[in-house]
Structures are given as structure tokens and as C-alpha cells.
């Protein structure tokens, strides 16, 4: 099994419309993060979070937010799609800065179109 | 500026050849990751380095913390090594800064 996973793995939405994408991990990591991907430009920070109790905001926060269930799932919430957020969406976990288990890794992608 | 910058965006190269991709940065950093993401989208970690060299089968991953330079080597290059490579940089807050990613296309 994968140790992160997302769902849906696409979605197709109207504007307007508030969407949900889950993230779940079996890495056992207390960092979790959400990027988008949009073509020609690097992945973004939108929200990340270093345990359940702690949320803070990436460059580009805004349209968006986030809930941290528990240590294995870090849920975005898009609260009124617009057709802007159209992109690849990307959860990634880490043990953090400093460890052993600094690297990244990521799920497979969430594709959404806001239309 | 962007805090990542690589180059080339674009690279073609024919099986066997040598290839390299340069990764420069304007930040300090605890760490650099060096990325690959395959044609269908997944995203898979090839290195993490702060200081000197790491190899894995025919990658080799360089840095220069002075010059704030890495770079990506890939030995006797082939098809199934197509993908877009990210150099991205840890920041202070233990998130990734990414660069644009550099499209490998390897043609037989």
C-alpha cells in the first residue's frame, strides 16, 4: 500500500461549489503539507502543519483552508471554487528539518478543474 | 528572482549520453532534495544532500554550499530516465521552495 494517498484522484467541479480533498499517511510523520502545481510554474505552498495542533499558512493560503483530523490526515478544503484553482494538487509528508526522515514524500496527485 | 533557479528548463538528449542539471539558490537553506516527476504526475524523492556528493545507481547529486550550486548527474542516460527534475531547497520552516523543474526527454 502507499504510504501517502489522496483522494479523489481527479475531480471535476463548477465554480462555486466547495471541495474536499483528504490526504492520508502511514509514514508515522507529524509534518504534513499541501503544494499546487500549475504548468510552466514550481509547486506552491499552500498550508502545512507540524502536528494536530499546529496550521500555519503558505504563500498562497488565500481561497483555501485546511484540517488536521489527526497525526495520519491533513485534509484542503477549497470553500468556493473558482476556475483559477484549476491545478494538480499534491499532499507530502516529512519527519521535519534535522532527522532522519527529512525527505519528502508524496502523494500521487489530486487533478481538479473548476469550470 | 526566484529563490531556485535551474537550468535548462528544457533538455533532449540521446540514449547513452551524460547529462547534467544545474540548480542555483539565493536562500540559505537546511537541506536541498533533488525530485523526479514521472510523466503520469507522482512525485518521487532521488536525493537529499547538505554538503558534498551522493550517488545512486547512475545519479549523482552534487552541492556547493559557498557557491549555493548543486548539481544532477545522470550517467548513460535512457528513455525510461523522461521526466521533469525539481531541485527544490528546505526552508527555514521545513517546507520545500521549489525551482520550475528542468523536462528531461531521452530519445532512443
Known amino acids: 500500500d502507499a504510504d501517502v494517498t489522496q483522494t479523489p484522484r481527479n475531480r471535476i467541479t463548477k465554480t462555486g461549489k466547495r471541495i474536499m480533498l483528504e490526504c492520508s499517511q502511514t509514514k508515522g510523520h507529524d509534518r504534513m503539507y499541501w503544494y499546487r502545481q500549475d504548468p510552466g510554474l514550481g509547486l506552491q505552498l499552500i498550508y502545512y502543519?507540524?502536528?494536530?495542533?499546529?496550521?500555519n499558512k503558505g504563500e498562497i493560503s488565500d481561497g483555501y483552508s485546511v484540517s488536521r483530523q489527526a497525526q495520519a490526515k491533513f485534509s484542503l478544503s477549497l470553500e468556493s471554487a473558482i476556475p483559477n484553482q484549476t491545478a494538480l494538487y499534491f499532499c507530502a509528508t516529512s519527519g521535519g528539518p534535522g532527522t532522519a526522515t527529512d525527505t519528502q514524500y508524496f502523494g500521487p496527485g489530486t487533478r481538479l478543474t473548476v469550470l | 528572482k526566484n529563490e531556485v533557479e535551474q537550468s535548462p528548463q528544457n533538455l533532449t538528449a540521446q540514449e547513452g549520453e551524460f547529462i547534467t542539471i544545474n540548480c542555483s539558490y539565493s536562500v540559505g537553506i537546511s537541506a536541498l532534495h533533488w525530485l523526479q516527476q514521472h510523466p503520469g504526475g507522482g512525485i518521487v524523492s532521488l536525493f537529499m544532500l547538505s554538503s558534498g556528493k551522493k550517488k545512486h545507481g547512475r545519479l549523482i547529486a552534487t552541492i556547493n554550499i559557498q557557491e549555493k550550486h548543486s548539481s544532477l548527474h545522470i550517467t548513460a542516460s535512457h528513455p525510461r530516465d523522461s521526466a521533469v527534475y525539481i531541485c527544490?531547497?528546505?526552508?527555514?520552516?521545513?517546507?520545500?521552495?521549489f525551482g520550475k523543474g528542468t523536462k528531461l526527454s531521452v530519445k532512443p
Open positions: 527544490a531547497v528546505g526552508g527555514s520552516q521545513g517546507n520545500l521552495i
Open positions: 502543519s507540524f502536528d494536530v495542533k499546529d496550521i
